[in-house]
């Protein structure tokens, strides 16, 4: 049997990882060809959303590549890309998906041999993985959309564009914020959006329950119920029967099929 090639799509920013892995090409470094590449102008084009829908679709690892911190064309935008990608890393792990499948990495024009010793490392890592799973799997396959869902979330988009502002200068009151603190509101947020875009998946399909949920979601029902208020405050779940004595709760489906 032949052995597993893992699919890769990598991002690479125009101004110093396309060029680094063009003198890849050029200096004859040797590294695999699994990779399908994407040039953006800068590494911060490439968000959670983009990422995390590649992976649901079935790549099996996804790598975005920039100019080193400092050195950003645009002057900042690198650091904005770190903190989306560790968004992103945050809703991987809630899917159950191996968080290893989406790296970052900083490789500038002149490092055409680190450009090819990070994508041989990736292929290696990817291999030992085998392959992404989510076609095999539905729980998986619902769980990445919610991930996709959450990414898409206004709150999530708005705090993880905040965070470096966070910590550098403060909220609106000139209150600085310790890396620490903003870490623990982006850990607590993310896991929050995702699993009410889950509960949006799930009762989308069927009604259910909050006891249901609460086991799909893993975790005790006044948790559970706690997102249910917030989504029905949100307009974006109903009662829609009464089973018994048991409240069944559904998605409220807006717009086109
Ligand atoms: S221009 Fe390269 S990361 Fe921004």
Known sequence: MSEFEPKIIIFLCNWC?????????????????????????????????IVLELLKDGADGVMVTGCHPG??????GNY??????EMAHRLLK??????????????SASEGEKYAGVVTDFVKELKGLGPNPVHKDAKLASRLKAAVD???????????????NLISKGNAYGEKINQQSVEGIMEQATEDEFKAS???????????????????????TDRTIEH??????RNLLALDHIDGA????????????
């Open 94 to 107: 809630l899917t159950g998906l191996e968080s290893q499948r989406l790296r970052l990495d900083w490789v």
């Open 80 to 85: 904005y890309t770190e903190r989306r990608m």
């Open 150 to 164: 959450a990414s898409k979330n206004f709150r999530l988009k708005v705090l993880s564009s905040k965070e470096i």
């Open 17 to 49: 990882s396309y060029a680094g892995a063009d003198l890849a090409g050029v200096s004859r470094y040797q590294y695999p060809t699994n990779a399908r590449t994407v040039r953006v102008m800068c590494s911060t084009r490439v968000s959670p959303q």
């Open 246 to 257: 048991t409240p069944k709760y559904k998605a409220i489906v807006t717009g086109g099929a």
């Open 71 to 76: 050195d950003c064309h645009y002057i900042n």
């Open 198 to 220: 889950l509960i949006l998946q799930l009762t989308n399909k069927k009604s259910q329950s909050v006891k249901e949920l609460a086991k799909e979601l893993g975790e005790p």
């Open 228 to 233: 249910v208020v917030s989504l029905r405050s």
